[in-house]
């Protein structure tokens, strides 16, 4: 069982920046996949960011392309979601996610793909 914690939410302005961060537990995360996903109030959880095991190929949300930023620090078993260009829209409980089951060279958007998921961090964006 992969552990995950999130951290780094809060409230921000509209236009703000926000670094989320998402510690996973055990020697093998340099041999996951990753993915940040949210959950607006009254809404399903959605896709938001993908990240291969080495970090190679990143794939986003239209909704978050060329505003948020995903990446990952295999030495700290961490990884990132930078958020800049907040928006009200963006506010979210965020979740990170993990495919342990085996090592794979692609991304995906799929909810169902990730065995292993964080309790998750609000983010919450002001007008």
């Known amino acids: 069982q992969v552990q995950l914690y999130e951290s780094g939410g809060g409230l921000v302005q509209a236009g703000g920046s926000l670094r989320l961060s998402c510690a996973a537990s055990?020697?093998?995360?340099?041999?996951?996949?990753m993915g940040w996903f949210r959950q607006a109030p009254g809404k399903e959880r959605e896709f938001a960011a993908a990240?291969?095991?080495?970090?190679?190929?990143?794939y986003y949300a239209d909704s978050v392309k060329g505003r948020f930023t995903i990446s990952r620090d295999n030495a700290k078993n961490t990884v990132y979601l930078q958020m800049n260009g907040l928006k009200p829209e963006d506010t979210a409980i965020y979740y990170c996610?993990?495919?342990?089951?085996?090592?794979?060279?692609?991304?995906?958007?799929?909810?169902?793909?990730?065995?292993?998921w964080g309790q998750g961090t609000q983010v919450t964006v002001s007008s």
């Open positions: 996610a993990a495919h342990s089951a085996r090592v794979v060279q692609f991304t995906c958007p799929l909810d169902d793909f990730y065995d292993n």
């Open positions: 990240i291969t095991w080495s970090g190679g190929t990143t």
């Open positions: 055990g020697r093998a995360f340099r041999n996951y996949a």
